[in-house]
């Protein structure tokens, strides 16, 4: 078993091709971010690690700095010699995000003492639930919106404590796949999707970010512009996903009101400095 590095994104992408449609909804994050990527996408570094024992791909894993290292599922010891690789890519690993056992035996292959920073639910739309009608309407932002998205973008991450490194940049690759839904001509709430994965076992499209302003929630904005995402992915891939906070119920349950399930978890460790 031993740990390749790919040229760029797009001879990852091939590369892991089979691989990502056998599992096309854990593996999402992986592609998405390669898909990024191969269509204009730049971060400050990008590394490509396939997993390869006896010409067979059987693990996928990505970095883009200054984010953390992404795993899809695989065995322990090929994580382990994920961990390996990335030791020697030369910066810092800022955290360290997949399922549990592959994150802990990559964080051993860095050689880091690691804490648990989150865990997150997969859930996959199955049956599909209108939610009821609130007030407003959905609308596409437009470039004037870009710094109020910038913003919305900061406090998203900040809420779920997580990073983004522009926040302004992001938001202008994002605006053609986000929503606001609006009141009364002023926007209340925002979702959009991640860029729509090709894999051998389907198109796979992930609701997210989600976020409404603090002092907005509880009026249904948030649902709203949920399923406005979801039912513009419907007609367009085979699953609709997305990730979720599993300590926060509420969002939890507003997902399966509208016919997701969970079917994964996944953790992100950060470093501990202790």
Do not use: Q
Not at 8 to 23: N, V
């Amino acid at each position: 078993m031993h740990v390749r590095r790919a040229a760029d994104a797009a001879d990852f992408l091939e590369s892991t091709h089979a691989l990502r449609g056998s599992d096309p909804v854990r593996m999402n994050v992986i592609g998405s971010v390669a898909e990024g990527v191969a269509s204009g996408r730049r971060y400050e570094r990008e590394n490509w690690f396939v997993v390869e024992d006896a010409g067979r791909v059987v693990g996928a894993a990505v970095w883009t700095l200054p984010y953390k290292l992404v795993l899809g599922p695989m065995a322990v010891d090929a994580a382990r010699e994920v961990g390996r690789a990335a030791s020697e890519v030369g910066a810092t690993v800022p955290g360290i995000s997949g399922p549990e056992a592959e994150c802990r035996a990559a964080a051993e292959g860095l050689g880091v003492r690691t804490r648990l920073g989150m865990r997150e639910r997969i859930l996959v739309l199955r049956d599909y639930v209108a939610p009821p009608r609130v007030e407003g309407r959905p609308r596409r932002p437009r470039i004037a919106d870009l710094g109020l998205m910038a913003r919305w973008y900061d406090d998203f991450a900040r809420d779920a404590d997580t990073f983004i490194d522009d926040s302004r940049v992001t938001a202008a690759g994002n605006r053609t796949r986000t929503w606001f839904w609006e009141v009364d001509d002023v926007p209340v709430a925002m979702a959009g999707h991640a860029p729509i994965v090709s894999t051998p076992g389907g198109d796979v499209g992930r609701v997210g970010p989600v976020f409404t302003p603090a002092d907005l929630r509880g009026r249904g904005y948030g649902t709203a512009v949920t399923a406005v995402v979801t039912e513009h992915l419907l007609p367009v891939v085979g699953t609709v996903m997305l990730y979720t906070d599993a300590g926060n119920p509420t969002s939890n349950a507003i997902y399966e009101r509208l016919g997701y399930v969970h079917e994964h978890d996944i953790v992100e460790l950060v470093p501990d400095p202790t």
